[in-house]
């Protein structure tokens, strides 16, 4: 029987429940009363019976949140009502549709009706005016055969009555692009590009209905995208944590999954934090900086800015990521610089302003050890540059499948005089996840000890499955600050 997640909390605790869960917070049914004066707010998750443990512990509540008591519960549906909300509206259409269809075609394709509807997809995002449906959706063999032999007008049509009866059904106003998820290829195929997929483009992202924007490609005359390239393009925009974020979903990739992890970042200094887990070895962590070598479209760069880290320094190789990073800080008003093309040749005292917030190097993270190493030459920081010094007390490594070639730079990067934490991302069988904990301690351990600072794995963070029996980790690496 499939259960769907709550958040069991008290009454004035749920705003803040619905703020933390954004996005994932469903549209579909009401806050309810619990037991005991409690109040149930719904979440878009749902898993099956033997499912159960592990959605509890992927969609864990961080205990950051703060508040009263808080608890994730998986409750079966309501009687009289459908296992999935969304699936009578989605086989509604896929019916109607269908049921237009020459019986003739039908036949000679050798498909079922039935056939068909059972492989109809259950569930859906909504980004708008964008509705984006799971990986494989009308993928199988049976689909493709009927969309491959009615003619264009008529797949318009099913698409287009997708998005009308899903626009009307939220009730959140009109639809208008609908598109088929996809993972992000590790290596990209065709013509024109062949390699490592190192910009992490969803490539396979398949555009149903609706303008998704011209195509650009870079050559030699322009590697980059123009101001007017970025102008045309499509740009969708989520909440999650409160938390503003921009993308163009045929160049850039969007994590709803993350969430758990941003908010837990966001948290991180809470006092309950604090006290459980030693941090306040760190004085003054609100006067320093934070530095993200694979800063995407803002996940952590943002959770970093409202922590309350005085500056970040980002590092983003794709100009569409940086981009949307762009625009995403400007929609939660925070001072942001991009550093691309010719300026990436100025000397760093030239490049940073007093007051700045957010700097984003569009270059690979390569660069960033030797651009850390000139900040700290300076002679004559600028009052209010919280970047010059030695501030820096977060560092995040936030590629998948590892980040282990961006280590040796965030260690450099870190405090000296103050020490911090570097959090690695990193995706890890669960039978090897407290192994690898260890290994990753006595590796820092090994490079650390002409400096004499303390290393300590501090806590392995849990934030989602990537494959059956295979976590996405992040490992929080304690550093202390190196002896005189």
Not at 209 to 234: C, K
Request: charge should be neutral; include cysteine; aromatic fraction near 8%.
């Amino acid at each position: 029987m499939s259960k769907q997640l709550w958040v069991q909390s008290e009454k004035r605790d749920v705003q803040k429940v619905k703020q933390w869960l954004g996005e994932s917070l469903s549209r579909q049914d009401r806050v309810r009363h619990g037991r005991d004066g409690q109040m149930l707010t719904p979440t878009i998750w749902r898993c099956d019976d033997e499912q159960i443990e592990q959605a509890l512990v992927q969609h864990a509540l961080p205990s950051e949140l703060g508040g009263g008591p808080m608890e994730m519960i998986a409750l079966a549906s309501r009687a009289g009502e459908e296992a999935d909300p969304k699936t009578g509206v989605l086989d509604g259409v896929v019916r109607k549709w269908l049921a237009a269809l020459p019986a003739a075609l039908l036949d000679s394709l050798a498909v079922r009706i039935a056939e068909l509807q059972g492989q109809c997809p259950r569930r859906w995002s909504l980004y708008r005016p964008m509705l984006l449906l799971p990986s494989g959706s009308f993928d199988s063999p049976a689909w493709t055969s009927v969309l491959r032999h009615v003619e264009p007008a008529e797949r318009a049509r099913l698409w287009r009555g997708i998005l009308d009866a899903v626009s009307l059904k939220d009730g959140g106003g009109a639809l208008s692009r609908l598109a088929v998820n996809a993972g992000i290829p590790v290596a990209m195929t065709g013509s024109a590009s062949h390699g490592e997929n190192v910009l992490r483009s969803p490539s396979g992202l398949v555009m149903l209905y609706g303008d998704f924007g011209s195509v650009w490609a870079p050559d030699e005359m322009n590697p980059s995208p123009s101001p007017r390239d970025f102008e045309d393009a499509f740009w969708v925009s989520t909440k999650q944590n409160g938390i503003y974020q921009v993308w163009a979903p045929r160049y850039t990739m969007f994590s709803r999954g993350n969430i758990k992890e941003k908010a837990r970042i966001m948290s991180f200094h809470h006092p309950e934090a604090a006290r459980t887990l030693a941090r306040k070895r760190v004085r003054n962590w609100e006067r320093g900086s934070a530095v993200d070598l694979y800063a995407g479209i803002g996940y952590f760069v943002f959770s970093y800015a409202a922590m309350g880290m005085l500056s970040i320094l980002g590092w983003e190789i794709n100009p569409w990521s940086v981009e949307g990073l762009r625009r995403g800080a400007i929609g939660n008003g925070w001072k942001v610089k991009v550093v691309r093309g010719i300026e990436l040749k100025k000397p760093m005292h030239e490049l940073l302003s007093d007051g700045d917030h957010i700097v984003i190097f569009e270059e690979n993270n390569e660069y960033a050890g030797s651009r850390i190493a000139e900040l700290r030459r300076l002679q004559h920081p600028r009052p209010g540059c919280a970047l010059l010094g030695e501030n820096v007390v977060h560092v995040n490594c936030g590629l998948l499948p590892d980040s282990r070639p961006s280590w040796r730079t965030a260690l450099h990067a870190l405090s000296r005089e103050r020490g911090g934490w570097l959090h690695l991302h990193e995706n890890v069988a669960k039978p090897d996840i407290e192994g690898r904990s260890r290994e990753i301690e006595k590796e820092f351990c090994n490079w650390t000890t002409s400096s004499g600072r303390l290393v300590e794995m501090e806590h392995v963070e849990l934030v989602k499955t990537f494959a059956p029996g295979v976590w996405h980790c992040v490992f929080d690496v304690y550093v202390g600050p190196a002896l005189p």
